[in-house]
């Protein structure tokens, strides 16, 4: 067996580890009661065990109060996109019951956000070496939100943060079979990330090898096929051709209509205000943007693709939808975008830091800040849906 083919092996190993490794702390501080699920975690598990154990998406057997759960065209419907409970059919085929459960729901939370951390740690070995490979994916999986909250229940954010992650790795290994259906994935999962597929076949347009058109028309016509693969779906299901489906299309106006002093103040909410701001709660991002600006030029192109297509997303998403995404504290509208950026974010700060002993604590104490802030949210609040649009929290889960 050849040196290269040993290495790329160990990766694997290592990136299976952690994975297992990310399972067992996910399971630990889940959420595994029925009642203290999030309306959105629930309104995507109740058509996957419906769909699993009746063979339809119909809601009709089960008493639910859920404000996301409405009459439609066929039946009593949950507005969750497809992508976001159809990844957790074979969960419930395999453990659900004939009464509704979450838990197979949750199951399905941990192994995808977890996964999502092992295949992106497999990707950031093929640009930065190992250890601060391992050390970046750490830091997304336990110094983030997606710990307390793509991890604990199925919200659209652990599916989403995989087919990022699999987009990511498509990139890296120059595989864009892999990179355009998990894109167009994304799409099915979440919506908006179109921009995300936008982002980076724009940015394997501007590199300078052959094939690039190629690349782009690919990646282009997969993730429009799966966007009109969403609408005929709404039609189908919800009686409206469109991406909004079961939502209500308040945020396709509010793209158009908002003010832009509301859209500054979205923005400042959901990148540096308390209590939801993106770089209050993961401090390390802001370092990475620092090492971005002082690296730009020499970091791989692809790398800064994706991270503008994520910040594109986010500027999107903060004329759309409010920053806080009915969470008291923490975000959670960035993750997928970490994701996309986690790339660029971990060759700048790992060129950035080797010039100075002083930036090298500086990152050190970022990395623990964020995994201490998320540590404490994990630990110490027990958040209750209060009404459709908020949460209630207080101390002590644990």
């Not at 059919?89 to 019951?97: C, E, I, M, S, T």
């Not at 919200?155 to 079979?177: D, E, F, K, M, S």
């Not at 998990?182 to 052959?210: D, M, N, W, Y």
């Amino acid at each position: 067996m050849t040196t290269q083919a040993t290495a790329q092996r160990s990766r694997l190993l290592a990136a299976v580890l952690l994975t297992t490794a990310l399972v067992a702390v996910y399971a630990w501080t889940a959420e595994w009661d029925d009642s203290a699920v999030n309306v959105d975690a629930e309104a995507a598990a109740m058509p996957a065990w419906a769909l699993a154990r009746h063979g339809t998406i119909d809601l009709s057997q089960i008493e639910t109060a859920n404000p996301w759960v409405a009459p439609g065209p066929r039946g009593l419907l949950s507005n969750r996109p497809p992508g976001t409970y159809l990844i957790a059919v074979p969960a419930y085929l395999l453990f659900g019951g004939d009464d509704f459960s979450t838990d197979p729901a949750t199951w399905t939370a941990i192994w995808v956000t977890a996964a999502a951390m092992g295949v992106l740690y497999y990707a950031l070995t093929r640009v930065v070496e190992g250890r601060v490979a391992l050390v970046a994916a750490v830091s997304l999986a336990l110094g983030t939100a997606t710990w307390p909250i793509a991890s604990t229940q199925l919200w659209p954010h652990g599916p989403g943060q995989l087919a990022a992650a699999l987009a990511v790795l498509g990139l890296v290994r120059q595989r864009y079979v892999l990179t355009a259906p998990s894109l167009g994935a994304a799409i099915l999962i979440r919506p908006p990330t179109a921009v995300f597929a936008a982002g980076v076949g724009i940015g394997e347009l501007l590199q300078k090898r052959e094939g690039r058109l190629q690349r782009f028309v690919l990646i282009g016509t997969v993730s429009a096929l799966a966007t009109l693969g969403l609408a005929i779906y709404n039609q189908r299901v919800y009686g409206r051709f469109g991406l909004s489906g079961g939502y209500s299309t308040s945020f396709e106006e509010r793209l158009v209509s908002m003010q832009w002093s509301d859209y500054a103040r979205n923005l400042l909410d959901m990148f540096v205000l308390p209590p939801n701001g993106l770089l209050l709660w993961t401090p390390l991002i802001a370092v990475g943007i620092l090492a971005a600006a002082r690296t730009w030029r020499s970091t791989p192109l692809w790398t800064r693709a994706a991270a503008l297509s994520a910040l594109l997303y986010l500027l999107v998403h903060a004329r759309m939808n409010r920053a806080s995404g009915g969470l008291p504290f923490n975000y959670r509208y960035p993750l997928e975008p970490l994701v996309l950026a986690t790339p660029l974010l971990s060759v700048a700060i790992d060129r950035w830091r080797q010039s100075s002993e002083r930036r090298q604590l500086l990152v050190f104490a970022a990395v623990a800040a964020g995994f201490v802030l998320q540590a404490l949210y994990t630990f110490t609040l027990v958040c209750e849906p209060f009404d459709a649009d908020n949460v209630i929290c207080e101390l002590g889960r644990f």
